[in-house]
């Protein structure tokens, strides 16, 4: 993979079935974000395919993650994942080829997450990556039984984290795309 615009490959993502996020922190180390995929080859592949545009380190903030909190209307309480490319990266890259578009399309993965109101993991990640102002970005295989395998051999360092509420999302926000399913809707 050599163009930030294909990052998402849908096809793969659908083979992969992500289902879950993981979070977690080892003493002296940032924390860990983990997409748990049902199909943990097809994850290591795609974290393969990050890993190829990124390396070890996602210096120029190629991938885009964001975490959004809030209720939407017609969805359990929780919060909402959004993985895709980072658009001002592309933007940069295009630039840096020569190429100028007033209009870019690209591929994004959303994925609404329903934790126990009690559970302590996004806001123990949260603490964390305030402490550190990084996190490394994992794949996880997700078992039918639950039992989760996180994939410490291909993490991606980041500093990127676009953290928000769903109601600061405005107009022409990318982060606006997780209202598009067919009966989302903000309830503010």
Do not use: C
């Amino acid at each position: 993979m050599s163009d930030i615009s294909q990052l998402i490959d849908i096809g793969l993502w659908k083979r992969a079935g992500w289902k879950g996020t993981v979070f977690g922190a080892r003493q002296g180390e940032p924390p860990i974000m983990a997409l748990a995929f049902t199909n943990g080859a097809a994850g290591k592949e795609i974290f393969k395919g990050f890993r190829s545009l990124t390396g070890r380190v996602d210096q120029q903030e190629l991938i885009r993650v964001a975490i959004i909190e809030g209720d939407l209307h017609g969805e359990n309480a929780g919060y909402t994942i959004h993985v895709g490319p980072n658009i001002d990266a592309m933007v940069t890259a295009a630039k840096s080829n020569g190429k100028q578009s007033d209009v870019i399309l690209t591929a994004t993965r959303i994925l609404r997450m329903n934790p126990s109101p009690d559970s302590p993991y996004l806001s123990m990640f949260k603490r964390e990556f305030e402490k550190y102002l990084r996190y490394s970005l994992m794949s996880a295989g997700l078992s039918k039984s639950g039992d989760v395998s996180i994939d410490f051999d291909q993490p991606i360092g980041k500093k990127l984290l676009v953290l928000k509420h769903e109601s600061d999302i405005g107009a022409n926000d990318i982060d606006g795309a997780i209202f598009a399913r067919e009966g989302r809707q903000r309830l503010h």
